[in-house]
Nanobody
Framework: QVHLVESGGGSVQSGGSLRLSCAAS????????MGWFRQAPGKEREGVAR??????TYADSVKGRFTISRDNGKNNLYLQMHSLKPEDTAMYYC?????????????WGQGTQVTVST
């Protein structure tokens, strides 16, 4: 059973940087895809970045500023964020293993808050 725990969130000024981490315990399937998502108050959850065997994809809003990566053991997922903007303020979640039958991700973390001030 996979358990995901995010960390690294906090409050930063515009233009600053943060590095989010997602520790995945019990993550033994190297073929699992993983991704980062975020949700701001009053808005729907949106995909931020995704990594799998096919490559890496980013939302247009973060392309060029955010970098997603995994460690060699594939037990940790990272999101390096640069040039942060106030509109990046949201709760950030990591997820693993897309289920095509359910149409959703199998595993979710608890989330970590990112707040960007002017």
């Amino acid at each position: 059973q996979v358990h995901l725990v995010e960390s690294g969130g906090g409050s930063v000024q515009s233009g600053g940087s943060l590095r989010l981490s997602c520790a995945a315990s019990g993550y033994t399937q190297s073929s699992y895809c993983m991704g980062w998502f975020r949700q701001a108050p009053g808005k729907e959850r949106e995909g931020v970045a995704r990594i799998d065997t096919d490559g890496i994809t980013y939302a247009d809003s973060v392309k060029g500023r955010f970098t997603i990566s995994r460690d060699n053991g594939k037990n940790n997922l990272y999101l390096q964020m640069h040039s942060l903007k106030p509109e990046d303020t949201a709760m950030y979640y990591c997820a693993a293993e897309w289920d095509t039958v359910l149409g959703d991700w199998t595993y979710w973390g608890q989330g970590t808050q990112v707040t960007v001030s002017t």
